[in-house]
């Protein structure tokens, strides 16, 4: 089965700090991704990645930046949080090309005061 | 217009009916479809994942695919409270990696 491991469940952070979300996945899959979901809004793509240090932005990018150093490991940065982000975020990953079903975390609940 | 609509719920049923789940969509050139089931406070698992027309089963779900209608459903049978979950619908084009959600279906199965 695949695996994909999100760091933490749940984060509080304050508004302006620089916050880290990590994603590892341990099934060698080539694409990861970065949503968000709020009541209301569905799943909101973020960025995803479809190889090491490649990028590209999803439909929301605004406040947020992506790092992928590993093949397995997918951080999404807000680089000064603010309380617009408080939400959930979750992590997925799915295989080499395209038409491959996504794999997900269990999300990590953010809140920002 | 959403490329995909889904019908938020909530969806109320009791144990033991048939539910039906679907989504409707406006761009013909997608080819593969899924179903994601979400229980609360976890992240969306795979249930079902079809190519074009038909149907598709596994236990007690069955997907349906209706590309003339742009048209996708997912039947539970013989729902259990176990069931009781967000539904998610996604698809996408040929060849690529994006998927394109619906916003979810809230379902209750009540003993």
């Known amino acids: 089965d695949v695996k994909v491991t999100q760091s933490s469940r749940y984060l509080v952070k304050r508004t302006g700090e620089k916050v880290f979300l990590e994603c590892v996945q341990d099934?060698?899959?080539?694409?990861m991704f970065w949503y968000r979901q709020d009541p209301g809004l569905g799943l909101r793509l973020i960025y995803f990645?479809?190889?090491?240090?490649?990028?590209e932005k999803g439909d929301i990018p605004e406040g947020y930046s992506v790092s992928r150093e590993k093949k397995e490991r997918f951080s999404l940065i807000l680089e000064s949080a603010s309380t617009n982000q408080t939400s959930m975020y979750l992590c997925?990953?799915?295989?080499?090309?395209?038409?491959?079903?996504?794999?997900f975390g269990d999300g990590t609940r953010l809140s920002i005061l | 217009q959403k490329e995909v609509e889904q019908d938020p719920g909530p969806l109320s049923v009791p144990e033991g009916a048939i539910v039906s789940l679907n989504c409707t969509y406006s761009?013909?050139?997608?080819?593969?479809f899924m179903w994601y089931r979400q229980y609360s406070r976890k992240g969306p698992e795979l249930l079902m994942y079809?190519?074009?027309?038909g149907n598709k089963e596994d236990g007690r779900f069955t997907a349906q695919v209706d590309k003339s209608s742009k048209y996708i459903s997912l039947f539970i049978r013989d729902s259990q409270p176990s069931d009781s979950a967000t539904y998610l619908c996604?698809?996408?084009?040929?060849?690529?990696?994006?998927?394109?959600f619906g916003a979810g279906t809230r379902l209750a199965v009540h003993p």
């Open positions: 997925a990953s799915s295989g080499q090309g395209g038409n491959q079903p996504q794999h």
């Open positions: 099934m060698d899959h080539e694409n």
């Open positions: 990645s479809y190889d090491v240090k490649m990028k």
């Open positions: 761009n013909s050139a997608f080819q593969y």
């Open positions: 079809t190519y074009s027309s």
């Open positions: 996604a698809m996408c084009h040929p060849g690529y990696n994006k998927l394109i």
